[in-house]
């Protein structure tokens, strides 16, 4: 019997109304998904990492393909077949795979145009308890995402965290769920790829982080010093050279050092309390005639000059 004919059997299933694509619907809402500890991965790019981070460590419930899907992804075929009998974190269980037709698939999705595959994942939080210590990770580069609330632009931030290196990705109280499906969609893959950690009071974390080295930046248009100055500071003190610190810099700052990102809320940005918390306030520059960077911009411009100082 061939994998089509195992992951298939004893049909495909065709009925939209059924029970089982009801229940899988209910994931995108945000109560479904705390009750069931589950969330919805759409999409062949999202799939394609949530199947190549369950072979490390399961975090699988299901996956949903059509005929269409399975005849274009050979790639995703093969790792079906890898991950196929392997255990989802309930133990004694498998990772369901079936076949369905494109009504189910799209009755099941959130996306207006479903991309022939679905999975159903269990959540990936991390604890606080993982980061510092003498056998924690012991971040160098963080991003936090203070009451940032719509989906894109979280997800847009988590990706580029990934992209940059990133070691932890965190979301304050206030902030999107990160399982939201747009938000997961925006990630492309990537949310399987770093550790994530919600609902933290961002006071006390930053009081933690400057405790064990970390330097706290907070992303502000208004800041008194810019991430190039920032970043010509960093190099300079790389080469050796005697430079003159930037205006608005405290300490003896590096920007290779480990250092925390704070972005804030779309349209409020960071408020007072969110500005206190950081060692520093920086601002992107704009050169143009635009008004300012939509936070997830921002995020990538931060990070990445970040993530460069410290591989420099």
Not at 2 to 11: A, K, L, Q, T
Request: proline share 5%; net charge negative; aromatic share 6%.
């Amino acid at each position: 019997m061939s994998f089509f004919d195992r992951i298939s059997s004893p049909v495909i299933m065709s009925n939209p109304q059924a029970d089982r694509v009801r229940d899988i619907a209910k994931l995108r809402g945000r109560s479904a998904r705390t009750k069931r500890g589950q969330f919805l991965v759409e999409g062949p790019q999202a799939v394609r990492e949530a199947l190549k981070a369950h072979l490390v460590k399961p975090v699988l419930d299901a996956v949903y393909i059509t005929e269409a899907a399975y005849d274009r992804h050979e790639d995703i075929v093969e790792l079906l077949e890898q991950v196929h009998g392997t255990p989802t974190p309930e133990p004694g269980r498998r990772v369901f795979m079936r076949v369905v037709t494109d009504e189910v698939l799209a009755a099941m999705a959130d996306a207006v145009t479903p991309q022939g595959i679905i999975a159903v994942s269990f959540m990936v939080d991390s604890s606080l308890d993982i980061l510092w210590g003498e056998n924690a990770m012991n971040p160098r580069l963080v991003a936090v995402l203070s009451r940032v609330q719509d989906p894109g632009n979280a997800g847009t931030i988590l990706r580029v965290a990934d992209a940059a290196g990133a070691d932890l990705v965190v979301l304050t109280k206030g902030s999107v769920d990160v399982y939201n499906p747009k938000t997961v969609r925006s990630t492309a893959g990537s949310i399987f790829h770093l550790p994530i950690v919600q609902g933290i009071e961002l006071e006390d974390f930053a009081e933690d982080a400057k405790a064990q080295g970390t330097t706290v930046l907070a992303a502000d248009g208004y800041g008194s010093v810019d991430v190039q100055q920032l970043v010509s500071h960093a190099a300079a003190l790389r080469a050796g050279v005697e430079a003159q610190k930037p205006a608005g810099v405290k300490g003896s700052f590096d920007l290779s050092k480990p250092t925390m990102w704070l972005f804030g809320n779309e349209a409020q940005g960071l408020n007072a309390e969110e500005k206190a918390a950081a060692s520093m306030r920086v601002a992107v520059p704009v050169y143009g005639s635009a008004e300012s960077l939509n936070v997830g911009t921002a995020a990538a411009v931060c990070l990445y000059a970040s993530a460069m100082a410290q591989r420099g």
